[in-house]
């Protein structure tokens, strides 16, 4: 499912080459709601398929624990992020 990951400023957050987030996480915005991120550990980053140009993809994943204690494991691929999974 899609999300958005922003910094207290109201900034989207994204990972450079080297894996460095643009800022720290302060919350995600999930279907239109606003959860405040309360732990997060990453990025780890993903490279799958180099061989292939076609198919290759490099992305990040994060672990998030939201303000009402979900966790969550969301991938920020280029600019854009999804939620792979999430956890009560």
Not at 21 to 42: F, H, K, M, N
Not at 71 to 77: D, N
Request: hydrophobic letters at 45%; a negative charge.
């Amino acid at each position: 499912m899609p999300v958005d990951v922003r910094a207290l400023g109201g900034e989207l957050i994204d990972v450079d080459e080297r894996g460095s987030v643009s800022a720290v996480p302060a919350y995600l915005v999930e279907s239109g709601r606003r959860r405040g991120i309360e732990a997060w550990a990453g990025p780890w980053p993903v490279v799958e398929r180099g061989w292939d140009a076609a198919r290759a993809r490099r992305a990040h994943r994060f672990q998030v624990v939201d303000a009402d204690g979900g966790a969550w494991l969301l991938v920020c691929e280029g600019d854009v992020w999804t939620a792979e999974a999430t956890y009560d």
